[in-house]
């Protein structure tokens, strides 16, 4: 009872000091100072890590920079030397405690014992899966657990699945046992579901067809997904030269379907043109000049279906005409097969006149470039006015060849036509029979001495690799060149080089030659994404192997030029100047080639 007494007696005294307080005004507030930012100190710093004595040796391991601009880099060197221990199996090092005394930051690293796989077995790994991936379980046996090794492995078989129609694939390890630092899991693959391709769709002002691209592509509706193939039909695209690519290709996936849309444009790529040529005339006396020409009509992508037809006619010199023709059928019935055919037609003032039809099977590859098997027949014929001493001579003779070749090319220029960054590689080997054919004018007993049917080989290589030097301006270092190997060459059997388009400083067609090699330095600044300023150095090799006059010179040529697109059409202009046994460097013997390519 004395209890509840004195209860009621505490709250009678303590109601009124509680009715006191809260008649008082309130206490404003102290407003908190934010705390000032911390100055980083800037002077120099050193620093200095330290470890237990049984973790020593393994910190002697690593090389780490002591001195530094500030604190801040030596703390950077801290996080980076941490990252290194992780990645080396040692993954509860950290840095426990650091501070600075005068310039030098002392920090407590703790390194802690390394992890290993005692076991890393197959959980649900296709046989598939394990070769791509080169996943063996020995491999995952008493070595460190290195996470970067692990992620790679990870990241093989992610790609595996994405390149067999899985692009929702994940990877993970499960029944995970740790003890004494010894590591047991087992390896698992959810794929997911099969994802294929759907259609393929082209965004932009091109008038492509769909249909083209999907073959030229290889993404067939339900066939399964693969991201390599997608990544790499970018750089299939690129060599096509009617095509821009805008921006990378994207993929849209409705549930288990995938659409792949382009964003492309169409260029301005038919072509009509020609060029003109002023060159002197050995024949003439009084420093005439020969005028030369070219004309050239190539029509691509014809009605958006990537067929080609071209034409080209040149004038060489007095009496010399060269007539080329080329068809180009992609899809043939329906495949990724393009067959290309071409005429060729060279009649050498007068002295003997080569025809020369091919045709060509040409397969395009996603990753390794393209492979083409032809097949070419070759008839050469000696003019009724040729010299019969050069019959006698050996240096003509009518010949009719049919060979059979391999062509590879791989490319991967930024551009078809203004490349400022990566690389082309052409081979080429043909193998086949030369019948030489008898000349009327010649007695029949002089083909007694000869081999009229020989076999015949030849070699041709084209490598071409664009350095990007600044913004605005590459670098072009090329090397291509070709040999012919029979036991009996002829004058009309050889390759010719010199002229705008082989080795520069020299009449078209200047040199013949068995074997030769051009070597090329070229810098080229560009003034527009279409237009540049040139300089160039080729440096060329030659031998002819004619029977009765063996011949062989290190011509070489300089020069520059430029390039530009008009309201007509784009303008070039060459000048350069030559150097060889038959030609001395001389400004009087110098080449001039200018003209304007129209394109629609």
């Known amino acids: 009872m004395y209890k509840i007494a004195v209860l009621v007696w505490c709250l009678f005294l303590w109601l009124p000091l509680l009715a006191q307080a809260q008649d008082k005004p309130p206490v404003p507030q102290q407003q908190v100072q934010p705390p000032m930012p911390k100055l980083v100190n800037q002077t120099k710093a050193t620093l200095k890590v330290h470890t237990a004595g049984s973790e020593r040796p393994v910190l002697r391991q690593y090389n780490y920079r002591t001195q530094h601009a500030d604190t801040v880099e030596a703390r950077k060197e801290v996080t980076a030397l941490v990252h290194r221990l ?43 899966i394990l070769i791509e991936s080169g996943f063996r379980e020995k491999f995952y046996r008493n070595t460190p657990f290195k996470p970067a090794e692990y992620a790679r492995l990870q990241q093989r078989i992610l790609d595996y699945a994405e390149r067999n129609g899985y692009p929702f694939a994940s990877v993970w390890l499960d029944s995970i046992q740790i003890a004494d630092n010894k590591i047991k899991a087992a390896l698992m693959v959810e794929k997911a579901f099969i994802v294929t391709y759907d259609s393929l769709q082209v965004m932009g002002g091109s008038k492509t067809q769909p249909k083209f691209l999907m073959r030229y592509l290889q993404l067939y509706p339900g066939q399964p997904y693969n991201q390599d193939q997608v990544e790499a039909s970018q750089r299939m695209l690129t060599t096509l030269p009617y095509l821009k690519v805008v921006r990378p290709p994207q993929v849209q996936f409705y549930r288990d379907k995938a659409r792949v849309v382009y964003f492309l444009e169409d260029r301005q790529t038919n072509q009509i043109d020609g060029v003109v040529g002023f060159l002197p005339d050995p024949s003439r006396s009084g420093n005439k000049l020969l005028i030369t020409g070219e004309a050239n009509m190539n029509i691509r992508n014809i009605k958006g279906s990537g067929k080609q037809l071209g034409l080209q006619w040149r004038r060489v010199n007095k009496g010399s005409v060269i007539l080329n023709g080329e068809y180009l ?24 006149i080569t025809i020369q039809p091919r045709v060509q099977l040409a397969y395009n590859t996603m990753r390794y470039g393209r492979f083409s098997v032809f097949t070419e027949w070759r008839n050469s014929r000696i003019l009724s006015t040729a010299s019969p001493q050069s019959l006698r001579a050996l240096d003509l003779a009518d010949a009719r060849t049919n060979t ?39 007695e029949k007993e002089f083909y007694d001495t000869l081999e009229v049917n020989t076999t015949q080989l030849s070699l041709g290589v084209r490598l071409e690799n664009f350095f990007r030097v600044g913004k605005n301006s590459a670098l072009l270092a090329r090397v291509r060149g070709e040999a012919l190997l029979n036991d009996q060459i002829f004058l009309n059997d050889m390759y010719r080089i010199g002229g705008l388009a082989s080795l520069r400083g020299f009449d078209e067609y200047f040199f013949f030659a068995s074997t030769y090699g051009i070597g090329t330095l070229e810098y080229r600044l560009f003034t527009a994404e279409d237009s540049y300023v040139l300089l160039f150095y080729d440096q060329g090799y030659y031998r002819s192997d004619l029977e009765q ?10 020069g520059g030029g430029i390039s530009f697109s008009t309201g007509a059409g784009i303008f070039q202009l060459v000048y350069s100047v030559g150097k060889s046994e038959q030609q001395p460097m001389s400004l009087r013997a110098s080449k001039i080639h200018f003209g304007i390519t129209s394109k629609f």
Do not use: C, M
């Open 86 to 128: 992780h990645q080396d199996a040692y993954l509860l090092a950290s840095a426990d405690s650091s501070y600075k005394h005068g310039d030098t930051l002392h920090v407590k690293l703790h390194i802690g014992s390394r992890f290993d796989w005692a076991e890393l077995r197959n959980g649900n790994l296709s046989e598939g």
């Open 404 to 442: 059979y070749g391999l062509n590879y090319l791989w490319n991967n220029l930024d551009d078809f036509y203004f490349p400022r960054k990566g690389r082309l590689v052409e081979l080429q080997l043909a193998a086949g029979r030369k019948k030489l054919l008898r000349n009327p004018s010649l």
């Open 329 to 352: 059928h992609p899809n043939l019935f329906g495949t990724p097969f393009e067959l290309g055919t071409r005429f060729g037609l060279l009649k050498q003032d007068s002295s003997f």
């Open 549 to 558: 006059s063996k011949a062989e010179g290190l011509p070489l040529g300089v």
